[in-house]
């Protein structure tokens, strides 16, 4: 005779446990505590099993006839309700966010702490909102797709670049480790939207060029991007590798710079040689700054990073427009200039840390041309400061 409420709650504890039948497998166990609990027994190749269904009254009568029929279900198509349990629990331990976390440990230590804070909140922003909590193993490519569309709408391309990217490493780390079968993210490489590449807006002028010296050593807003720009002027790195630029990288004793390949576009070390210009900047910003994280901290807390959007702010605030200069056109600049003084080329190039693709000519230049680029290093530095005191005597004329 099924079960009903009313003889559930009237079920008293005995000094043994009790089984109170409801048919078709399910019963209720009362325990001689007082405990009462769902049990659902059934047969799966010639095996007689036992999953719980929950304690009541946690769990109704009516929930559990409920579960006891998704398991007859799952019989009937072959399948055994206690191993899918098991493969649902597990599931739920490899989420997405489970997974990105424990892929990010691993990686970490072979980062800069501002990078991998870099990444986490990348992840953190626009990848667990959105498919965080999902097994990994279930996470469709129309999904990672869905969430880099949201990206692209805000007109970040790049960023978008660059999610798919850090998404295909977590979903590969979960196929090194038996937790997903394949990476999701690699089906969707060509459907992101690639920005029309188009030629970095940048000053060539060396008239222009010392006008822009002189506005950047008259900006009156924050001392960091005041430096940062010179320093970027003086080195003409790339924003980034300014803006995420730490104290530990920097070589007061031989003069050098040392990025780590964690930071770099191309994943490959870079020295950069610093002339005794480029010093005095870092020793402005040294009690601004301390010694301790960031060169060039951002404004509301000296360990967040400067935004590359405020050094382009900046040189909007000066006067110069999108269409004539831009943080990344200092590169630009350097290349035009230092090409047109007569320069070697190779030595420009390593510079700016354009790696040769021919592999035996890289390995042939195994001192990376390090007292070519000091020398010319040491002289652009020069060349500016005799540009910027040209501006600066012909605005007092």
């Not at 109170?20 to 059934?42: C, H, M």
């Not at 710079?257 to 191309?266: L, Q, T, V």
């Not at 009690?287 to 301790?292: C, D, K, L, R």
């Not at 790696?355 to 020398?375: D, G, H, I, Q």
Request: glycine fraction near 6%; hydrophobic fraction near 40%.
């Amino acid at each position: 005779m099924p079960l009903t409420d009313t003889a559930i709650r009237a079920a008293k504890p005995t000094e043994k446990q009790q089984k109170l039948f409801d048919g078709s497998g399910l019963y209720l166990l009362v325990f001689p505590s007082g405990s009462k609990v769902w049990r659902y027994k059934y047969h799966f190749q010639g095996r007689e099993k036992l999953i719980s269904l929950g304690a009541y009254p946690d769990v109704s009568l009516k929930e559990a006839r409920e579960k006891a029929s998704d398991s007859r279900k799952m019989l009937g198509n072959g399948k055994d309700p206690s191993a899918e349990r098991q493969y649902s629990k597990q599931q739920h331990r490899n989420t997405f966010k489970i997974i990105a976390l424990e892929w990010h440990g691993k990686q970490a230590p072979a980062w800069s702490a501002t990078y991998a804070d870099i990444v986490l909140r990348r992840m953190e922003l626009n990848v667990f909102p959105h498919i965080g909590s999902k097994p990994v193993s279930a996470i469709s490519a129309a999904e990672v797709l869905a969430l880099l569309r949201k990206i692209e709408a805000r007109d970040a391309i790049n960023m978008a670049q660059s999610i798919r990217s850090l998404c295909s490493h977590v979903f590969r780390y979960a196929v090194i480790t038996g937790r997903a079968e394949r990476d999701p993210a690699a089906d969707i490489q060509g459907a992101i939207t690639t920005r029309v590449v188009k030629n970095r807006a940048a000053i060539t002028d060396p008239e222009k060029v010392g006008k822009l010296l002189l506005a950047i050593g008259s900006y009156g807003g924050l001392l960091s991007v005041r430096m940062a720009l010179t320093f970027m002027a003086l080195t003409f790195c790339r924003p980034g590798e300014i803006v995420n630029s730490e104290w530990a990288e920097m070589d007061f004793t031989n003069r050098l710079w040392r990025i780590p390949a964690s930071k770099m576009k191309m994943s490959r070390d870079h020295i950069v040689p610093l002339s005794p210009q480029a010093l005095a900047v870092l020793e402005v910003m040294r009690p601004y700054a301390g010694e301790g994280g960031l060169v060039f901290p951002g404004h509301k807390t000296k360990s967040l990073t400067l935004a590359r959007e405020t050094l382009v702010a900046a040189l909007r605030r000066m006067g110069f427009g999108k269409d004539e200069v831009c943080a990344h056109g200092f590169r630009a600049m350097a290349s035009t200039l230092l090409n047109e003084l007569g320069y070697p080329p190779d030595v420009i190039e390593r510079q700016l840390a354009h790696v040769p693709s021919n592999r035996v000519r890289a390995a042939y230049n195994r001192a990376e041309y390090l007292p070519e680029r000091r020398k010319m290093m040491d002289e652009w530095s020069i060349y500016l400061g005799e540009l910027h005191k040209k501006a600066r005597e012909a605005s007092n004329a």
